[in-house]
C-alpha cells in the first residue's frame, strides 16, 4: 500500500512564502506522475501542479510563476514552494500520486494541509 504524509501548511500573510512537503512510501510504480491539488471551502478540488517520475512539470494557470513542483532523486518526496501567496490561495492542499501501471493504474491520496492566506 502507498502512504502519502504531507507537512508544511499554516497562516502566511498575503506575499508569504510556505513550501509543502509530501513524503511517500510503499510500492510506488518506478513510472508515475505525483501531483498537488486542492480544494477550497464550497469549490471543487482543482489541480494545482504535476511533475512526472521524468521530471516533467505543469501549473494551473493560476499558480504558474509563484509556485514551484519538486521531487527529490529517490523519488519518494514531492515538495510544492508556493511564493507571493494570495488569499485566493487559500485551500486544503492534497499530494496525489497517481501510479502508471500497465496492469492496474491508481491513484493514492493524503489527509490534506491547510493554507491559509490572511492578514
Known amino acids: 500500500q502507498v502512504q502519502l504524509v504531507e507537512s508544511g501548511g499554516g497562516l502566511v500573510q498575503p506575499g508569504g512564502s510556505l513550501r509543502l512537503s509530501c513524503a511517500a512510501s510503499?510500492?510506488?510504480?518506478?513510472?508515475?506522475?505525483m501531483r498537488w491539488y486542492r480544494q477550497a471551502p464550497g469549490k471543487q478540488r482543482e489541480l494545482v501542479a504535476g511533475i512526472t517520475s521524468g521530471g516533467n512539470t505543469n501549473y494551473a494557470d493560476s499558480v504558474k510563476g509563484r509556485f514551484t513542483i519538486s521531487r527529490d532523486n529517490a523519488k519518494n518526496l514531492v515538495y510544492l514552494q508556493m511564493n507571493s501567496l494570495k488569499p485566493e490561495d487559500t485551500a486544503v492542499y492534497y499530494c496525489n500520486v497517481h501510479n502508471l501501471s500497465p496492469w492496474r493504474p491508481s491513484d493514492y491520496w493524503g489527509q490534506g494541509t491547510q493554507v491559509t492566506v490572511s492578514s
Open positions: 510503499g510500492s510506488i510504480f518506478s513510472i508515475n506522475v
